[in-house]
């Protein structure tokens, strides 16, 4: 079992930046895939990005390309995302997310274990 823990949200006008983190608990954090994933009142889920276990690859949504970066840190068992350049239509709460054996790293499906998310607002 695996727990994960998100923090770092809050309000920020549009320009700003955030970086949101997630610590998981347990010794086999190095194992896992990690991603960020976001929903916004009314929308479904979208996959947002996704580290690799060894931090070496990781791809985003074309929505964030650009601007939000994420990494791992397998020492503290913890994943960010630095979010910079945010626009209102990042509005969102923010979760992330382990899989212990992935194919597709934007299918919402594929990750086992979820934290509670983070609400991220974007005001104009």
């Known amino acids: 079992q695996v727990q994960l823990v998100e923090s770092g949200g809050g309000s920020v006008q549009a320009g700003g930046s955030l970086r949101i983190s997630c610590v998981a608990s347990?010794?086999?954090?190095?194992?896992?895939?990690m991603g960020w994933f976001r929903q916004a009142p009314g929308k479904e889920r979208e996959f947002v990005a996704h580290?690799?276990?060894?931090?070496?690859?990781?791809s985003y949504a074309d929505s964030v390309k650009g601007r939000f970066t994420i990494s791992r840190d397998n020492a503290k068992n913890t994943v960010y995302l630095q979010m910079n350049s945010l626009k209102p239509e990042d509005t969102a709460v923010y979760s992330c997310?382990?899989?212990?054996?992935?194919?597709?790293?934007?299918?919402?499906?594929?990750?086992?274990?979820w934290g509670q998310g983070t609400q991220v607002t974007v005001s104009s």
């Open positions: 997310a382990a899989a212990r054996s992935i194919v597709v790293v934007t299918a919402a499906l594929e990750y086992d274990y």
């Open positions: 347990g010794r086999t954090f190095s194992s896992y895939v």
């Open positions: 580290i690799s276990r060894s931090g070496t690859s990781t």
